[in-house]
């Protein structure tokens, strides 16, 4: 799954084949897909599963970067080469039977992991030409659970919701919605007085380790701490049916006129008393679990705050990276990339280079980092140093994976509308 597991950690645990003394050896192949993925692969069963902008979803051979299968799904040539479009990385189930993705249509696909073939789809929206699945899907407690945002330029009506289905039988058992969230269930958005309030982070919604909770970040919207809640950090029950805790800055009006969304990130679980979250505003703040708990509104209180690497909009998902007795949190920005030192409640950094990257990842003791602009940039996590630069062409919000002795890495950007794209493939030799 995107990030490597449901409280997206960012963090691969175990070893991958590559060190710093062979990642410069690495020998690349590029395939042609049929779409470009502006998302992360997956690893599932030695293929690689990637969905592109328009839905169609395939499985690639690493050693030969022949498509092993393909699914299409119904409407795709309706949205192909239009803005319609999802960004969302598709998710396997523990079993590595079964993968998750998602169309432009609005759709939920269970996909064989083998074949391909579609074992159920649910829809998770009423207006899927205004509510875009955007998020990295993800799975937990049998359940696979997906988010929704809007299109560029924010044209309403359309909201943010976490939408919880049933992995075994396809079965959508609940929705909570960010704007009249006092009405549980798939509603039509322009049945709600308010609109926006995306969820469209990458890493949608986030599943605390410590307690199972649901963690998400929304865009801007009107907030009135009761039943909407634009700008906004809320802990949801792990079933999205209640509302456990939240959290807005005091100038959320101020966000929500600038469209400086608060959710253009989604949070990132520090530990079990503290979350991180960024913003288009510049800033990574530092809250407490504590402090955020209940239905109560709860404006500010921020233990920390620091500027993002660039001090510019962050739209990437963080990594924590815990070795000994330190936490680390990397992020990147279209002007940087930093480091930073977490303990009890506070942000120290410690290293900063003036490349962007999309969203970081940590993976046999090293950190990758992709630069929108083009390269994959390899670091020491600690220090900040420079092991490598992988040679590779533009992007937008795509990410690496690292595994098996092999790197995935797609290019483009969905705002192309390409029916095209490259995944690159790196490998031991």
Request: aromatic letters at 8%; one cysteine or more.
């Amino acid at each position: 799954m995107f990030d490597f597991t449901p409280s997206r950690t960012g963090v691969y645990p175990d070893a991958t084949g590559i060190t710093a003394a062979n990642v410069k050896s690495l020998t690349l192949r590029k395939v042609t897909l049929d779409g470009t993925v502006d998302s992360s692969p997956i690893y599932v069963n030695g293929r690689f599963v990637v969905t592109t902008t328009y839905g169609r979803t395939e499985a690639i051979d690493p050693a030969t970067g022949a498509v092993t299968w393909r699914f299409t799904p119904s409407g795709y040539s309706s949205w192909a080469g239009s803005p319609q479009i999802t960004t969302a990385t598709p998710v396997a189930d523990p079993t590595r039977k079964w993968i998750y993705a998602a169309s432009p249509g609005g759709r939920i696909y269970k996909l064989s992991a083998a074949t391909g073939h579609v074992a159920w789809s649910v829809s998770i929206t009423r207006l899927p030409s205004r509510e875009k699945i955007a998020s990295a899907l993800n799975f937990a407690g049998g359940h696979v659970i997906a988010t929704t945002g809007g299109y560029v330029g924010d044209a309403p009506p359309y909201q943010g919701h976490v939408a919880i289905i049933d992995a075994k039988s396809g079965n959508l058992l609940h929705v909570w919605n960010s704007l009249c969230s006092d009405r549980p269930g798939l509603l039509d958005p322009g049945s709600c007085d308010a609109s926006d309030s995306a969820i469209w982070g990458r890493s949608g919604a986030v599943v605390d380790p410590s307690t199972g909770d649901l963690l998400v970040a929304t865009g801007n919207a009107p907030w009135n701490g009761s039943t909407n809640w634009g700008d906004a950090v809320l802990r949801l029950s792990g079933d999205a049916t209640r509302l456990l805790g939240n959290y807005t800055p005091t100038n959320t009006d101020q966000l929500n006129a600038s469209d400086q969304d608060l959710g253009s990130t989604s949070p990132v679980v520090l530990d079990a008393g503290h979350i991180a979250q960024g913003g288009k505003d510049g800033q990574i703040r530092v809250l407490s679990v504590t402090a955020m708990a209940g239905v109560s509104p709860h404006k500010g209180g921020e233990l920390d705050v620091v500027a993002t690497p660039s001090g510019a909009d962050l739209f990437t998902a963080p990594a924590v990276w815990r070795t000994g007795s330190a936490t680390y949190l990397f992020a990147g920005d279209n002007g940087a990339t930093a480091a930073w030192r977490y303990s009890g409640g506070h942000l120290t950094r410690v290293w900063r280079h003036r490349t962007g990257g999309t969203s970081p990842v940590v993976a046999g003791g090293l950190l990758w980092v992709y630069s929108p602009v083009g390269g994959l940039n390899v670091y020491a996590p600690a220090s900040g140093r420079l092991v490598a630069t992988l040679r590779c062409g533009s992007g937008h919000w795509n990410s690496p994976i690292v595994v098996d002795g092999r790197v995935a890495l797609p290019e483009g950007n969905a705002n192309d509308h390409a029916t095209s794209g490259v995944l690159d493939i790196w490998s031991v030799r």
